[in-house]
């Protein structure tokens, strides 16, 4: 398993941006390297959603129909860390921002599934007022 830390999350007016860190604690970056990486939501009284994910080496990109053209996923292997830029904020995107990692070799591409994933991070506050 791997631990993740979210962090960069708070409080922004409608049509600023925020970005998120996930930074991942694991033995080495070539483990990190391995490891396909997403970004799911959950505001108050509804289920968790998939916003973005990232292939292992970063050459495939993921989003959600939601957040398509204003956020942006990649990450860095030699720090370990997956980011996610949040451009263009709406009071609507305001949740809880969960890092995910699959730490285990498969080729589904189901990766809004967040059953895809077997580690989790915290999560981190993102409020966006109108």
């Known amino acids: 398993q791997v631990q993740l830390v979210e962090s960069g999350g708070g409080l922004v007016q409608a049509g600023g941006s925020l970005r998120l860190s996930c930074a991942a604690s694991?033995?080495?970056?070539?483990?990190?390297?391995?490891?396909?990486a997403g970004w799911f939501r959950q505001a108050p009284g509804k289920e968790r959603e998939f916003v973005a994910a990232?292939?292992?080496?970063?050459?495939?990109?993921y989003y959600a129909d939601s957040v398509k053209g204003r956020f942006t996923i990649s990450r860095d292997n030699a720090k370990n860390t997956v980011y996610l830029q949040m451009n263009s904020l709406k009071p609507e995107d305001t949740a809880v921002y969960y890092c995910?990692?699959?730490?285990?070799?498969?080729?589904?591409?189901?990766?809004?599934?967040?059953?895809?994933?077997?580690?989790w991070g915290q999560g981190t506050q993102v409020t966006v007022s109108s």
């Open positions: 694991v033995r080495s970056s070539s483990t990190f390297n391995t490891y396909t």
């Open positions: 995910a990692a699959r730490t285990y070799f498969s080729s589904s591409l189901h990766l809004h599934n967040p059953h895809e994933y077997n580690s």
């Open positions: 990232i292939s292992w080496s970063g050459g495939s990109t």
